[in-house]
C-alpha cells in the first residue's frame, strides 16, 4: 500500500519519506475525504515500523507538507519521516 525510501536532500540524519502507491486524488492532506481514512492511519502505522527499523527509539519527527506555503514541492500525499538527531521547536 505504501512506499518508503530515503529522500534526495535530507533534513536530518534520518529523511524518510513514506507514500501511498495510489494517489486516489489525495495530492495533499487538504484533500483527504472520508475513503482515504485508512491509507491516512496505514502511514503513519508505517512511519512507525519504519523509525524502529531505522534505530529511531530516542525519538523521531513526522511531517506532512500540505500547499505552497508549507514548501508542499511534490503534489502527491507524503510523510516525511526525520529523527537521528535532537530536534528544535519551534520547527519553522
Do not use: C
Amino acid at each position: 500500500q505504501v512506499l518508503a525510501f530515503r529522500d534526495i536532500a535530507p533534513q536530518a540524519p534520518t529523511h524518510i519519506l513514506i507514500i501511498p502507491k495510489v494517489k486516489d486524488g489525495l495530492s495533499g492532506l487538504s484533500k483527504a475525504e472520508e475513503r482515504h481514512v485508512e491509507i491516512l492511519g496505514y502511514l503513519l502505522y508505517i512511519a512507525k515500523l519504519v523509525a524502529k527499523q531505522e534505530g529511531l527509539g530516542d525519538g523521531f519527527r513526522i511531517v506532512i507538507n500540505d500547499g505552497n506555503d508549507a514548501g508542499q514541492s511534490v503534489y502527491h500525499l507524503h510523510v516525511h519521516l526525520l529523527g537521528g538527531r535532537q530536534m528544535n521547536w519551534p520547527p519553522g
